[in-house]
């Protein structure tokens, strides 16, 4: 009973596939007969599957993949993951490869251009002090020069020499730079990114989910202050700053620069660190094989990646264009009712900063204390620290993979930090240097 009952289920689906397959027979032939009397517009489904199979198997061959036994196995992301893996080995050798070209090339122009200065420097004759040389020259090899005058042979006069030693100092560069690709292509490290041996392995180990709670304490009391300030209606403004007894220190002003501040500096700093420039120049190509006893890399301060995004970005030049300088001295909107993006806001505010606090050597921690003061002045906190986060050079030049920036994006922290967005601020942003510009003015 049970072995025909199991013949009867075989039989059933053998039916059902050959009625599967003769509808689909019928369907082609359907779409076919229309498209062939015009009353169907596009192509039948059967030659449109037939075209990408043909257009699949030659990529097939053409990225040397193997999917015919695993394409049934696999899911879309898998299939995915495979594509983009066989396309970059691909095109990655070869955007490798003529980079490579393009830098040997100018490396033998300009190697040309240095053997024919220095083939015209040494055949040319030398000039005496006046110009002029004027030796008579005898049959018996003797010879006289008039007084006052030098004969110089073919000696080089040191403008000239100080030319030659610095085009080979910028060749010997040029040449690092090529022996620096070749360490990339060969070892997979970066110049400006030190080895992860240089770090103690004790540091690779650290915690960041007490800098994170630290962070949160302080945006939640900073939060709490503001809305109590809000409430009671108490707007503080720069004259009340000045005659305050406590010289603009209430407890909202103390709590962002001494709690809320320093718990967003530590959380920037962990696994901050300051890339040396020799270690880019010079050792970059055994970036690689640097020995793990080597002296650990210094401690950044986080302010100063604020001051390299603003050098990056040409702060400066932005900041102090002509069209700027006119629309502040006649108190103009700059942006001429364009919308100012985080970008701008962010280049003005170091610049404003720096302005301010350089002159007065004023330390890292005033200066960010400053920046963050004005950026919850004008609630672009957030988008402010995001910029930094999203700038890949930075982060991948000054940061250790093991970092809270390199293994979250500081994701987490800018959700907490959002809760301060839609809370209005009035703080001090000069305090650290009010009493100085007021000793200054007085004098």
């Not at 489904?45 to 699949?56: A, F, G, T, Y």
């Not at 002003?253 to 901050?272: F, N, P, S, Y």
Request: hydrophobic share 40%; charged share 25%; net charge neutral.
């Amino acid at each position: 009973s049970e072995r025909e009952k199991q013949e009867r289920i075989e039989v059933q689906k053998e039916k059902q596939r050959e009625l599967i397959l003769q509808l689909k027979t019928q369907l082609d032939d359907l779409e076919t007969f229309a498209y062939q009397e015009g009353n169907y517009d596009s192509l039948p489904q059967s030659v449109v599957m037939e075209r990408q199979r043909m257009i699949i198997d030659e990529l097939i061959k053409k990225l040397d993949m193997d999917l015919s036994a695993d394409i049934a196995m696999l899911s879309p992301e898998e299939l995915r993951q495979r594509v983009d893996a066989a396309i970059a080995q691909i095109v990655n050798p070869a955007r490798v490869k003529e980079q490579l070209v393009e830098q040997l090339k100018t490396q033998i122009r300009d190697l040309e251009m240095f053997i024919n200065f220095i083939q015209d420097e040494v055949g040319s004759p030398g000039k005496a002090e006046d110009g002029r040389c004027e030796c008579a020259g005898r049959k018996d090899g003797g010879g006289s020069c008039k007084p006052n005058t030098r004969c110089s042979g073919n000696r080089v006069n040191p403008e000239d020499a100080k030319k030659m030693r610095e085009t080979g100092l910028h060749l010997m560069r040029r040449m690092l730079a090529v022996l620096q690709i070749f360490a990339v292509s060969q070892f997979g490290c970066a110049a400006g990114q030190i080895p992860r041996t240089l770090w103690q392995q004790d540091q690779a180990n650290k915690d960041y989910s007490p800098l994170i709670k630290k962070l949160e304490l302080s945006v939640e009391r900073v939060r709490q202050l503001a809305l109590k300030h809000q409430q009671e209606e108490h707007v503080i403004s720069p004259s009340d700053l000045q005659d305050a007894p406590l010289g603009g220190r209430d407890e909202l002003t103390l709590a962002v620069r001494k709690e809320l501040t320093i718990a967003l500096r530590d959380l920037m700093a962990h696994g901050l660190y300051a890339s040396s420039p020799g270690m880019s120049l010079v050792l970059a190509p055994i970036a690689c094989l640097i020995p793990a006893f080597a002296p650990s890399p210094q401690a950044m301060h986080p302010w100063e990646l604020f001051v390299k995004y603003y050098n990056a970005k040409n702060g400066q030049a932005f900041v102090e264009s002509p069209a700027r300088k006119l629309s502040q001295s006649f108190a103009l909107p700059v942006t001429g009712g364009v919308t100012v993006t985080p970008k701008q806001s962010l280049l003005t505010a170091i610049h404003t900063v720096l302005t301010e606090h350089d002159p007065f050597k004023r330390s890292a921690d005033s200066e960010l204390k400053a920046l963050v003061c004005m950026a919850l002045n004008e609630q672009r906190l957030v988008s402010w620290v995001n910029l930094i986060c999203k700038s890949g050079a930075l982060v991948q030049s000054h940061y250790q993979p093991w970092s809270y920036m390199a293994n979250t994006g500081f994701e987490s922290a800018l959700n907490v930090l959002s809760r301060l967005s839609n809370l209005k601020f009035n703080l001090p942003v000069d305090l650290a240097v009010r009493q100085l510009k007021n000793i200054k003015d007085a004098f």
